[in-house]
């Protein structure tokens, strides 16, 4: 029972990913076709941006729960930009905002020693409220419309701009990670911070370090959602916490650090994008969406906990063997 | 210039904690391809000589030299810069990465920022091949049984090629082939020219592959001499050796009937078929080395473990304990080990510290009786002599015995008639430890019945009326109090039967 | 007067706990800090010194006010914060009024209050019991909650049926607002089961040191959990009494107020760290925030503005926490 139960945890994304394929191929009809798919995939790629940075930070056990923020913020950024700096320049300077604020949560972090969790619900609250300030709680129109039909064109019949960038840096991001020292080391932070430092490894810079990436990727995805609506708005990343969370943790990445891979991550944003096309299909309200997605959520963390009882009770040994 | 012999040589050495001298004045000399062990009782000295070797700790005087210069170590990362690597006995390792990746953490090979995998995998293999261990390198480290990855630790430690290794009970979670095998690799380091510095109570090992040895006893070096024509007795004879300067006031007390009865208890992991019984008016002594089991028994009888097999008996009563609020209702109580982190709540004051567990009887339709609350407290406060005497001081803010008075306090509340005592005087000033004795000799008077668990054999054979030794999870004896010798105690729990 | 302090046991442990830098900072700054704003409203607008404003204050301050009894005890038994209360104020406003012509008014509140009890059981539930984080649990939680209590009213605002409620809730007793007096009696019994109970001492013993806790016989996973139970109970009757006097209810009514809460909390000098704090400190907290932002509202500063200012608040509150914390005071 046991057994199988961790199999399933090993192999869910999968699992669950063909499942809400098959699912969504039914309810949908022409879901298989390659233009829904791309549009699937282009509003996938916003969410899978932020996940990417999402799922390092989980590795390294750490959360960011401003990335909403971020995300609205740096469209804001990036679009009031615009008359000043040009189209260009304002965007860049909108992702890099988004590396700074993710800094500040490192720095939070890392040098005060807040909690990651505390620390960033704070600063969630002060960047949305930096958004409202900055445009007085109203939609904030970019100059340049063409550029988000741009941005809007198909490639090869299934890319967009957005989502080849998505797929390239999940693909990158799965390199890192799995072959590079530096990737396997973030793995030893979340696992065994203890013994990381005992091996000459800085957990610390590590998770400043991450802070900052995902800052910075929560900061690409808002300016790329700016430039495609042609508009930043206070409300933008408001309620896709909850939403990235549950992509990264049905793609086998744990909320206690350790563990997590960016294939999975993928997984689970194809298995989240392919659920809301079906349910908006089949005009399946978003407040039940919501409900989906937090269930999805609670159901994934319960199971993660459960399964592990014997690496508690080892974690529980260490500790008594330490006491002299 | 010729190649040093002298690995580590460390001259009076002296490190003083607050209140407390951990190691006054140790020499210590470790030469290139000898294997040095360190023996002495629990709280010797050992852990704190090995947190000074490795950086954790800065000693207060003495100094140290590697390889014949004097070196100064402020962190962990300088011992390793000078090739000293450390076995500890908590596992120090990453449980979800691969074994190879543990065993090459820190220094991956690598081409280009690619880790070179294909190398690590190989050069793990050889390397475990060499120890004899029969495990996978690909296989991810939380996977393997303990004992596995105790042997991944060595091979760590190993094959960063150290000029200095030390081994901190390296075979307390291996079975004998294991141990054989890192033997066998220990020999082979030997006869590569690296010092070992090889830390354990298992005299028989240390016997079987030391080269020198050196005992402590109560942070002083009592012996240092090469292993040739060394006996078990003999060294059990250094480790206690000691004149009984400070007595221990024992109150008669009348033994009655027993209170509580344990008939083959079981955890599955750290003791096994355990039998024992506290009687009335005495106090019973569980003494055994680090890792035996007595604390983890402890645990079991005050219901923060559940057994996995065997009897509690109440007055003769069968029952079961799941919880530590069954355990308070069977009326027992228990002192923890560890002050600091079970047995204080440290933002609280004396008065809520001392009452916690007994606030459902002392309140009435959910509310607090302040005045039952303030006058226990302050009896309590009077009765066991804490100092100062204001329940209203934040317990934090005491000493350390203090703080162990005030914690007795809170289960004296409860009213138990079985008292299990943790190493009830570790870390307190030699006062407060006499009023501890003072206080539980009179509690036994009263009729209670007291296990005390205590590593301090003076202690033990100064206190108890009667002492069950126990070795490996299992209990090996129990004495009578007129068969009480130090040497006799420390020999069943090392399983030097001989002595 | 003449009695010496150590005779005083309250005054002993409140000076021996804090030295005189922390009492100023956390107690006493905030009370002058109230004061101040209270001399700038008044020097700044006429109508700042009218009851009528304080009436407004006092009444805006009760919902809020509910649910930061709370939330002071999820932040004293050491569970972060409850990011459920929007969804619980939905279920209670929402449930409240849309259950009114089937059931009746008093068993609809009543009904809304149980379930929103009921959400925090969840929560409270996956916090204790299966150990998850509280954050991640309550943001699930509150999700699943939100998204089925506007399913069950089909995503739409709900109208109240009977304006009787409305006026009950809206009226006065003795000249005191209704809500005045709810908001009273929740933050007594609050503050009474915090110092004076049994339960009380578990929630802050959980909270600050579970280990001993547990091992002093101590229920620590049933105390975790009532703490959630207890901040849903409280969102579910704000958000009935929210829902009661708007006579509506948008599903989206309660989104703002866990951060409200958790501001007040902190700002009232509670430590996100748990085992200690008590509902007196959080409310002198709200106090401040909500005279502040009147003050502010009453000056014609713009609502991102104020967002703005409570933000550097929170920010200066957790600041004076951690370093009190670090030199080992707080």
């Known amino acids: 029972m046991l057994w199988s139960l961790k199999r399933f945890v090993r192999y869910r994304v999968f699992i669950i990913l063909a499942a809400t394929l098959i699912v969504a191929a039914f309810v949908v009809p022409g879901f298989l076709r390659l233009n829904t798919l791309a549009l699937g995939l282009d509003r996938g790629a ?87 300030w ?94 495609t609506t042609n508009t930043g708005s206070p409300m933008f990343g408001s309620e896709i916490l909850v939403v990235i969370i549950a992509a990264v943790v049905v793609g086998g990445t744990r909320i206690e650090g350790g563990k997590g891979s960016a294939l999975g991550t993928l997984g689970g944003i194809l298995t989240i994008t392919a659920l809301t096309t079906a349910m908006e299909f089949q005009s399946i309200p978003a407040y039940v969406q919501q409900v989906v997605m937090g269930s999805i959520l609670i159901l ?25 | 210039m010729s190649t040093p012999i002298i690995a580590l040589r460390m001259r009076g050495i002296t490190k003083t904690f607050p209140g407390v001298t951990a190691l006054s004045g140790v020499n210590l000399t470790v030469e290139f391809g000898r294997i040095h062990a360190i023996v002495g009782e629990n709280g010797a000295g050992k852990s704190t000589l090995m947190k000074i070797l490795s950086g954790v700790y800065q000693p207060t005087s003495g100094t140290t030299e590697i390889a014949g210069n004097e070196v100064r170590m402020t962190r962990p990362a300088d011992a390793m810069r000078l090739g000293i690597r450390m076995v500890h006995q908590e596992l120090n390792l990453a449980p979800d990465l691969t074994v190879a990746e543990n065993v090459f953490l820190g220094r991956m090979p690598k081409r280009w920022g690619i880790v070179d995998r294909a190398r690590m995998v190989s050069d793990t293999r050889e390397l475990l091949a060499k120890l004899g261990a029969p495990i996978d390198a690909n296989s991810q480290l939380g996977d393997l049984p303990i004992s596995q990855q105790q042997l991944v630790e060595i091979a760590k430690a190993y094959a960063a090629e150290p000029r200095i290794i030390v081994l901190d009970e390296p075979t307390s979670s291996l079975s004998e082939g294991e141990t054989m095998a890192l033997f066998a690799i220990l020999r082979r380091m030997k006869a590569q020219g690296v010092a070992i510095l090889y830390i354990s109570h298992r005299l028989k090992e240390v016997l079987e592959i030391a080269d020198d040895v050196t005992v402590l006893r109560d942070g002083a070096m009592v012996d240092s001499r090469p292993a040739a024509g060394i006996t078990a007795a003999g060294m059990i004879r250094h480790m206690v050796g000691r004149e009984v300067t400070n007595v221990f006031p024992k109150t008669p007390a009348t033994i009655g009937a027993p209170v509580l009865q344990v008939e083959g208890l079981s955890d599955g992991r750290h003791f096994r078929n355990i039998s024992l019984e506290a009687r009335r008016g005495e106090i019973l002594g569980l003494t055994g080395l680090i890792g035996a089991g007595r604390t983890e028994l402890a645990r079991v009888l005050f219901g923060l473990e559940r057994p996995i097999g065997g009897r509690i008996l109440i007055n003769g009563k069968p029952v079961s304990i799941g919880s530590p609020a069954d355990a308070v209702r069977n009326g027992i109580a228990y002192v923890p080990e560890d002050r600091k982190a079970m047995g204080i709540v440290p933002a609280m004051n004396i008065r809520e510290n001392i009452t916690l567990p007994i606030l459902r009887r002392i309140s009435k339709a959910g509310r607090i009786s302040g005045s039952q609350d303030e006058s226990l407290a302050k009896s309590y406060v009077r009765d066991l002599g804490i100092s100062p005497p204001e329940p209203e001081r934040r317990i934090s803010l005491l000493s350390g015995g203090n703080q162990q008075k005030a914690v007795i306090a809170k289960w004296l509340s409860t009213k138990p008639s079985v008292l299990i005592l943790d190493e009830p005087t570790r870390g307190v000033d030699v006062g407060a430890k006499a009023e501890i004795h003072r206080i539980v000799g009179e509690l036994v ?34 004495l009578d109090r007129a068969d009480l010798t130090e040497e006799r105690i420390m020999a069943l729990a090392t399983g030097e039967a001989a002595a | ?168 809730v809206k009226g ?61 109970l409280c969102g579910g009757l704000s958000g009935a009494l929210l829902g009661l006097t708007l006579q509506s209810a948008r599903p989206l009514v309660g989104v703002g107020y866990e951060f409200s809460a958790i501001t007040a909390v902190v700002v009232g000098g509670i430590s996100i760290s748990g085992g200690s704090g008590s509902v007196p400190r959080a409310i002198i907290g709200l106090l401040f925030v909500q005279l502040l932002t009147n003050v502010m509202v009453l000056n014609g500063v713009r609502t991102p503005d104020q967002g703005f200012v409570l933000g550097l608040l929170i920010a200066a509150a957790v600041a004076l926490d951690l370093a009190l914390r670090r030199r080992g005071i707080a």
């Open chain 1, 46 to 132: 916003s969410i899978g941006l932020i996940a990417i940075g999402m799922t390092v930070l989980l590795i390294a056990r750490q959360i960011d729960l401003s990335v909403g923020s971020i995300f609205g913020l740096c469209g804001i950024i990036s679009v009031m930009l615009q008359p000043t700096l040009g189209v260009l320049p304002a965007a860049f300077v909108g992702v890099l905002a988004g590396a700074v604020l993710g800094a500040i949560n490192g720095l939070l972090t890392v040098v005060f020693r807040i909690n990651s969790l505390v620390a960033t619900l704070a600063t969630m609250l002060a960047f949305r409220a930096i958004a409202h």
């Open chain 1, 134 to 227: 900055l445009t007085e709680s109203q939609p904030v129109p970019g100059t340049d419309i063409m550029l988000s039909i741009t941005l809007s064109n198909v490639y090869l019949e299934i890319f967009t701009l957005r989502s080849i960038l998505f797929v390239g840096l999940i693909l990158c991001l799965h390199a890192w990670l799995t072959l590079t020292v530096a990737g396997r080391n973030l793995f030893a932070v979340g696992s065994n911070p203890e013994a990381a430092t005992a091996s000459g490894i800085s957990p610390d810079f590590t998770v400043f370090l991450s802070f900052i990436f995902a800052g910075f990727l929560a900061g690409l995805a808002g300016a790329l959602q700016s430039l």
């Open chain 1, 300 to 324: 994934l963390v319960v199971l993660d906990r459960t399964i592990r009882p014997e690496a508690h009770a080892r974690a529980k040994t260490s500790t008594q063997q330490k006491m002299p």
């Open chain 2, 445 to 478: 008077a009263q009729g209670m019945a007291v296990i005390m668990i205590s590593s301090e054999l003076l202690e033990v054979i100064g206190v108890c009326d009667r002492v069950l030794v126990m070795r490996d999870g299992e209990s090996v004896a129990t």
């Open chain 3, 1 to 168: 007067m003449t009695r010496p302090l150590d005779s005083k046991p309250h005054l002993v442990k409140r000076f021996r706990r804090e030295t005189p830098l922390a009492l100023v900072a956390t107690r006493g700054g905030l009370i002058l800090a109230i004061i101040c704003v209270l001399i700038f409203g008044a020097l700044s607008s006429p109508m700042f010194l009218t009851s009528g404003n304080f009436l407004n204050v006092l009444t805006s301050m009760s919902i809020i006010g509910i649910i930061v009894v709370g939330m002071t005890f999820v932040l004293v038994v050491g569970g972060l914060a409850d990011l459920s209360v929007p969804a619980t104020i939905a279920c209670g406003a929402i449930l409240s009024l849309a259950l009114q012509p089937i059931l009746g008014a008093i068993p609809a509140f009543v009904l809304a209050i149980a379930l929103a009890g009921l959400c925090g059981l969840v929560s409270g539930v996956l916090v204790g019991y299966v150990g998850i984080n509280p954050i991640i649990a309550t943001l699930g939680v509150g999700t699943i909650v939100l998204g089925i209590v506007q399913s069950l009213v089909g995503g739409v605002i709900v109208y109240g049926t009977n304006p009787a409620t409305a006026d009950f």
């Open chain 3, 172 to 232: 006065r007793i003795l000249g005191i607002p209704v809500l005045v007096l709810i908001f009273a009696v929740v933050a007594i019994a609050g503050h009474l089961v915090l110092s004076r109970s049994f339960w009380g001492r578990w929630t802050m013993a959980t909270g600050g040191n579970p280990v001993t806790a547990e091992a002093s016989a101590v229920p620590v996973r049933v105390v975790r959990a009532g703490a959630f139970v207890l901040t849903g």
